[in-house]
């Protein structure tokens, strides 16, 4: 799709506590600005945990275009696609319009506190 962005990375950090350090913030969670950054980075570190002790082979990728429609995981594994939204609360997210659009046979799945469970482990 020409409107992707085909170089993009994001960095995750195994110890949250380390990301913390760096930005000099151990405010608890309901004085924080950041806690959706806090948990996907927690549920993407426990995914690549579990990709690695069950031996779940997988590209994985962050998918964003150029207006700033992004899904924020996503494993291309046994000849597909599969789409991972990551969100504390379900219902504060809408699913991307482009994602549907350009990959219609691609599996999607919004991942949040109801679910993550199965996710990571």
């Given at each position: 799709?020409?409107?992707?962005i ?11 506590g380390?990301r ?5 913030n ?8 950041d806690?959706g950054?806090?948990w996907?980075?927690?549920?993407i570190?426990?995914?690549?945990k ?14 964003r ?5 992004e ?5 291309e ?7 991972y ?7 504060k997210?809408?699913?991307?319009k482009e ?10 799945q ?12």
């Amino acid at each position: 799709m020409r409107k992707e962005i085909a170089k993009m990375q994001r960095c995750y950090f195994y110890d949250n506590g380390i990301r913390n350090s760096l930005i000099n913030n151990f405010n608890p969670l309901h004085l924080r600005n950041d806690t959706g950054e806090l948990w996907e980075n927690y549920i993407i570190i426990e995914r690549l945990k579990k990709q690695r002790y069950q031996g779940i082979w997988s590209n994985n990728y962050f998918w964003r275009t150029y207006n700033q429609k992004e899904i924020d995981w996503v494993e291309e594994r046994e000849g597909k696609l599969f789409g991972y939204e990551i969100k504390m609360i379900k219902d504060k997210y809408k699913e991307s319009k482009e994602w549907k659009e350009n990959y219609d046979n691609a599996l999607y799945q919004v991942i949040c506190r109801d679910n993550y469970l199965s996710f990571i482990t």
